[in-house]
């Protein structure tokens, strides 16, 4: 759908916003904002926290499992913010780490927060101040040499500009994008049950046949497993440790990463359908020579994550060197007893999974350890049937993948599209004030 333009633009002066509409209004930021220094007298408060993806919410709903609230003793000294208020992360502003507050309580003494001092929607402008022409235009003022290191002081915050509509203007604003958004929002949500629906399917494929076979009339006997139940009688039962020559894991120390070097995986860049290499890390030659002295891995070991996220397995295919941190195993198979691909899918069955997570320790720092990971159990079927399975769960897999893929590009899409509209809309690229509402 196209949308009409403004009947009259002007000027801003300002070289990120170029062009408004005639009748919006120029400010600067600290003519809307005022910062809040309210400090908790004892730390009591809700402790919320702002992120890119959940805005402001309190700290345990979005903690990981294991994780604490907070890494201070006390909360006492934390800042105060109210609901309206807008917290900013100024070491995220640059990546959407700001908006509005539903709550009331009290958040990190590093962030800063805001009330509104000019009467200004705050609906409308955390739409504004989380859009995407928004954030590069902090990104340009932030202090700092990379990403990592970038600050967006409160007063260069302050300093920069916002051009504004009226008040009437800024409420059918708001309006018409909660409603476009809450309808894109309930799309990418139908394609994420998708997604995981689909990822259920998937691992029930793979848990039936790695524990039943692929002949339905094949009897049955008890594998003496609670984690396996029945297996085909003529199959065998196997602990990890048996079928392989090696387990070990990587060095147990953080390295020292260089920009170019030997890429270095850790349990993150691991998954059971795919790698994720893109945030891959890498060490130097002199340090992948050092811990090749604990193991080299190679095409047909099989990976599987020991910490962090525990329990996933993947065959190794990737045809450049690489090594791994402490967080994976590379399991040395024996080839007579078991082919790396059946035991990659046995080893991310439910049973398997089940087991893994029984057998690893600790609540912050999660490990597997490779003595007990070597005690889990899975069903061994004869090799020529752990071939048939392979060749079966390669196809039936690959199809799931199909429709996995599918699903996360419509929800790609369907992001750029709520990404662009609120941004077009907050800057004045197009006039929303006539549309009821949009087609779907």
Excluded at 48 to 74: C, F, K, M, Q, W
Excluded at 184 to 208: C, P
Excluded at 217 to 228: C, V
Excluded at 280 to 288: C, G, L, M, N, T
Aim: aromatic share 10%; net charge negative; hydrophobic share 40%.
């Amino acid at each position: 759908m196209s949308f009409p333009r403004y009947p009259e633009y002007k000027g801003s002066g300002v070289a990120w916003l170029g062009e408004v509409p005639g009748h919006w209004g120029l400010k600067r930021v600290k003519q809307v904002f005022r910062e809040r220094d309210e400090r908790s007298e004892d730390g009591s408060e809700t402790l919320l926290s702002v992120s890119a993806y959940t805005g402001v919410s309190p700290r345990a709903e979005v903690i990981d499992e294991g994780d604490h609230l907070s890494r201070a003793e006390s909360l006492e000294g934390y800042k105060v913010c109210y609901p309206n208020d807008l917290v900013m992360n100024i070491m995220l502003a640059w990546n959407r780490g700001l908006a509005f507050s539903n709550h009331e309580g009290i958040v990190s003494p590093a962030y800063s927060v805001f009330h509104v001092i000019d009467g200004s929607l705050p609906s409308f402008l955390n739409y504004l101040v989380r859009s995407d022409e928004t954030i590069l235009y902090y990104k340009a003022f932030s202090a700092g040499v990379i990403d990592s290191r970038l600050r967006l002081y409160p007063d260069v915050f302050g300093r920069l500009y916002m051009a504004l509509p009226p008040l009437e203007e800024q409420q059918t604003i708001a309006a018409f994008l909660d409603r476009e958004t809450g309808k894109i929002d309930a799309l990418i949500a139908e394609q994420r049950r998708l997604v995981e629906l689909l990822t259920e399917k998937r691992q029930a494929v793979i848990s039936h046949a790695v524990t039943k076979g692929l002949n339905p009339n094949s009897p049955m006997k008890d594998s003496g497993i609670e984690w396996l139940g029945d297996v085909p009688e003529h199959w065998d039962r196997a602990q990890i440790g048996r079928v392989c020559k090696q387990v070990s894991d990587g060095p147990h120390f953080s390295p020292n990463y260089v920009d170019d070097g030997v890429m270095f995986l850790s349990a993150r860049n691991i998954g059971v359908s795919s790698w994720h290499l893109d945030d891959a890390k890498f060490v130097s030659e002199e340090d992948y020579s050092e811990f090749c002295r604990r193991v080299i891995p190679e095409k047909g070991d099989v990976l599987y994550t020991k910490g962090g996220t525990t329990g996933i397995a993947r065959v190794v295919d990737l045809d450049d060197r690489f090594q791994v941190w402490v967080h994976v195993a590379v399991l040395k198979i024996n080839h007579d007893l078991v082919e790396p691909y059946y035991l990659a899918y046995a080893l991310n069955s439910v049973g398997c999974y089940e087991q893994s997570q029984l057998h690893t320790r600790g609540a912050t720092n999660k490990d597997l350890g490779l003595t007990r990971m070597t005690k889990i159990w899975f069903a061994l079927p004869p090799l020529d049937e752990q071939l048939e399975i392979r060749a079966f769960l390669h196809r039936e897999t690959a199809a799931f993948d199909t429709l996995t893929a599918a699903a996360n590009r419509a929800i790609a899409l369907l992001q750029e599209r709520r990404s662009a509209l609120i941004s077009a809309a907050v800057t004045g690229k197009i006039d929303v004030r006539g549309i009821q509402s949009l087609p779907q």
